[in-house]
C-alpha cells in the first residue's frame, strides 16, 4: 500500500499556517534519492544528473538538487532565467529544446550552457547567431518503436524530437568543421517506463552509434546523455525502479561496449524529472462537498488547474485520507474538482474509506509535472508549494496565485 510522507497532525499543524490545496515536497526524500542515483553511477567518472526543470520548476526545489550534485536541464528562457537565478551556470545547465527561438540560443550561449541541438537545420542558424560552441550535443532518434524483450515502449518515429542515424554522422562532421572539439549525444525514446531495463538498452544503442560515428567521421563523442523517461509506480501494485540495478546494467554495457573500443572515459548524463521528484511530492486538498446522484462524489478544494495529468492522460494518482489509512475502503467515488470540465476528476469509481467533509485528500506522487502543468482555467488560481524540511518544519517555496496575479495581464 501506497503510504504518504505526511501525517494527518502533520497537516493539521500546516493548516494553522498555510491553507489548502498546496503541493507539498519531502526534502529528505529528494536527498537520499539523489545520493542513491549519485552512488549507482558512481562508477562513472563525469556522471551528472541535469534535472528537467520544466518537472518542477521551483527555486527551491532546483538549489537542494543543486546541493547534491545535479545541474539542470532547460528548454525555454524562462528555465534559462531561472536557473540562472537559482545559481546555475555554466556546464551545469543542459539546454534541450526544439523548434528552438534565435533569443533562447543566444541566452543558452551567454550562460555557457551545453546546447543540444534537436535538429541538423539548426546548425547554421547557431552558427549565424552566435558560432558555434566548443561543447555541443546532437539529438538522436532511431524512429521505429523501442522495444525491450519484444515489449514495446514507446514510439520514437512519431515523435517530433532527434535527428535520424544519417543526419548525426552528418550533423558531427559539419560541427567539426566549424569548431566544435567535444562532442556529447542525447535520446530520449520512451516515457515514465517502470523497468529496471530502460536506461541499460537505451546505452547500448547509443554506445554502439558512438562507434559507428567514430569510424564514419572520426569524431570521439565524450559524452553521452540518458535522458530522462526513467519512471515511478504510480500504481499502488506496481514495483518501484532499483537505481541501483539500473547503474549496473548501463554499467555492464559500458563496459562490453566502449571500454574494449578504447572508450573508457565517456561520461554518462541523465536528465530525470519524475524519477527525481514525482514521489517525494504530494497534493494536499480538502473535502469541501458531497454529492449523491448516479454517482457518489467527493468535492474537494483542488482542481486539474493544479494537477492536470489525470484530466490530460487520464493518469493514475493513488489517494489516502489522512487518518483513515486502515480504515477499511467500503465506499466508491469520484473525486472532483471545482471547473466547468467534466475531465477535472482526480479519481474515478476509486475505492475509498468513507470521506466526510474536512478530510484531507493526499493526492500521491505530484512532485514532478505537477503544479508544473498548472493552467488557470476558469480563472482558477494556482495553488502553492511547501517544503517539509528533513527537520519536521514547513517552509513556503512558492505562494499560492492571487486575483492579482491572474489579472496583471488583463487590459480593461
Ligand atoms: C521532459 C524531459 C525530460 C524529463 O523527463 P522525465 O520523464 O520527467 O524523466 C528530460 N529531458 C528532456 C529533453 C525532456 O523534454
Redo the contacts with the bound molecule.
Keep these: 500500500m501506497k503510504k504518504p510522507f505526511v501525517t494527518l497532525d502533520k497537516l493539521k499543524e500546516i493548516e494553522q499556517t498555510y491553507q489548502t490545496p498546496y503541493h507539498l515536497y519531502d526534502e529528505r526524500g529528494i536527498v537520499e534519492n539523489a545520493k542513491r542515483l549519485n552512488e549507482a553511477f558512481a562508477w562513472n567518472h563525469g556522471f551528472r544528473e541535469y534535472f ?1 526543470v ?2 518542477t520548476p521551483t527555486p527551491a526545489i532546483l538549489k537542494l538538487l543543486h546541493e547534491q550534485g545535479c545541474g539542470v ?1 532547460c ?1 525555454s528562457l524562462t528555465e534559462l532565467l531561472m536557473s540562472e537565478m537559482s545559481g546555475f551556470y555554466g556546464n551545469e545547465i543542459m539546454f ?1 529544446s526544439n523548434e528552438t527561438p534565435d533569443e533562447e540560443f543566444v541566452k543558452a550561449a551567454q550562460l555557457g550552457a551545453i546546447i543540444n541541438l534537436d535538429d541538423i537545420t539548426h546548425i547554421p542558424v547557431l552558427d549565424k547567431l552566435v558560432g558555434i560552441p566548443k561543447k555541443i550535443c546532437c539529438r538522436f532518434n532511431p524512429g521505429g518503436s523501442f522495444e525491450i524483450a519484444n515489449k514495446i515502449m514507446d514510439n520514437p518515429g512519431d515523435a517530433k524530437y532527434g535527428m535520424t542515424r544519417e543526419q548525426i554522422i552528418s550533423a558531427y562532421s559539419q560541427l567539426q568543421k566549424l569548431g566544435a572539439e567535444e562532442f556529447g549525444i542525447h535520446a ?1 525514446l520512451a ?2 517506463t517502470v523497468s529496471n531495463d530502460y536506461y541499460p538498452v537505451l546505452a547500448a544503442q547509443l554506445f554502439h552509434l558512438i562507434l559507428d560515428i567514430k569510424r564514419a567521421t572520426g569524431v570521439e563523442i565524450s559524452f553521452v546523455n540518458l ?5 515511478i509506480p504510480y500504481l499502488p501494485e506496481q514495483q518501484p525502479n532499483d537505481i541501483k540495478v539500473i547503474g549496473e546494467g548501463v554499467r555492464r554495457v559500458y563496459e562490453e561496449i566502449l571500454v574494449p573500443a578504447g572508450m573508457g572515459d565517456v561520461a554518462l548524463y541523465t ?5 527525481m521528484l514525482a514521489p517525494y511530492g504530494c497534493l494536499v486538498t480538502k473535502a469541501i462537498r458531497e454529492k449523491h446522484t448516479y454517482k457518489e462524489y467527493v468535492g474537494v478544494d483542488a482542481s486539474a488547474c493544479d494537477l492536470m495529468r489525470p484530466a490530460m492522460y487520464g493518469a493514475y494518482h493513488h489517494i489516502t485520507v489522512a487518518g483513515k489509512e486502515t480504515a477499511v475502503y467500503d465506499h466508491t467515488y469520484d473525486v472532483v474538482g471545482s471547473l466547468c470540465e467534466n475531465n477535472d476528476k482526480f479519481a474515478v469509481d476509486r475505492a475509498l474509506p468513507r470521506v466526510d467533509i474536512g478530510d484531507y485528500l493526499v493526492i500521491h506522487d505530484t512532485g ?2 505537477g503544479r508544473a502543468m498548472g493552467y488557470n482555467y476558469n480563472g482558477k488560481l494556482r495553488s502553492g508549494e511547501l517544503l517539509l524540511k528533513a527537520d519536521g518544519s514547513v517552509e513556503q517555496i512558492r505562494r499560492p496565485e492571487t486575483v492579482d496575479d491572474y489579472f496583471a495581464t488583463l487590459i480593461f
Design positions: 528537467a520544466k518537472a536541464d528548454s534541450s530520449f516515457s515514465n535522458s530522462g523517461g526513467v519512471g536528465e530525470m524529472g519524475r524519477f514532478a509535472h
